[in-house]
């Protein structure tokens, strides 16, 4: 079955406790939690005060999803604030085999993540070392952007790489998930859906997490 993980930046935040609520009591297997530095992606999202309210207040993991040039500077930190995943950028990252290393160290799981414009070659010595995979299928910065098609190839290639290397990574995708674009993921062999817009915009959140999982 697929994991869910409903992206924080599409909630309502003069809303915020009824939102966490919808969260909380949904199937979620995962909060999707992006931080954006206005440099490595043209936005600014939120970061560590929230993060820090959100800990003991949401009860699923975060899975935070890190759009910052020098990810490694903040591994600590992310790691203190209870975060099971973190996910930093291949693009971001000079020396991604020891940030990867980094992540591990501080306890949390490893994920990276390739922009559209980037190639799932660029994955094949780290494919071993990662949990997670996150392919972006729009480019990183916004909510509500439509999915970009030729990604799902692109899952299907990551697919066969982790396959015949016998590599145990997730694949996650963000940007423009919903219902269609969901199905359509899940048959190139996804395993965890990013959603915002879809669930936070829709009439019934909770129903739309069960209906995404259940795709
Ligand atoms: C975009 C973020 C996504 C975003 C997805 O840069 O990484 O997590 O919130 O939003 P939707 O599902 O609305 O495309
Ligand atoms: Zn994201």
Redesign the pocket.
Same mark, same amino acid.
């Given at each position: 079955m697929l994991q869910i993980a409903p992206?924080f930046?599409?909630a309502d935040f003069a809303h915020l406790e009824r939102d966490i609520e919808i969260l909380n009591r949904s199937e979620a297997d995962w909060l999707?939690y992006?931080v954006m530095d206005g440099s490595f !992606?043209p936005n600014i999202s939120f970061g560590f005060p929230v993060m820090a309210s959100l800990q003991g207040v949401v009860s699923k993991p975060m899975d935070v999803?890190m759009?910052v040039v020098h990810p490694e500077r903040w591994i600590e930190r992310v790691a203190s604030y209870g975060t099971r995943m973190m996910t930093v950028h291949q693009e971001a990252c000079p020396n991604l085999h020891r940030t990867i290393q980094q992540i591990h160290e501080a306890g949390m799981l490893a994920g990276v993540a390739i922009n559209p414009g980037t190639p799932v070659m660029m994955l094949e010595e780290v494919i071993c070392d990662v949990d997670l995979v996150l392919i972006?299928t !729009?480019n990183?910065?916004?909510?509500?952007?439509k999915f970009i098609p030729s990604m799902l190839d692109k899952v299907r290639r990551l697919k066969a790489m982790i396959l015949q290397r016998h590599a145990h990574a997730l694949i996650e995708c963000?940007?423009?998930?919903n219902l269609e674009t969901g199905a359509l993921l899940k048959e190139a062999g996804v395993d965890i859906l990013?959603?915002?817009?879809?669930i936070f915009r829709s009439d019934d959140p909770v129903k739309m997490v069960h209906d995404l999982k259940n795709l």
């Open positions: 992206s930046l599409s999707h992006d !992606v999803h759009m972006m !729009v990183p910065g916004f909510g509500g952007q963000d940007g423009g998930v990013v959603a915002g817009n879809s």
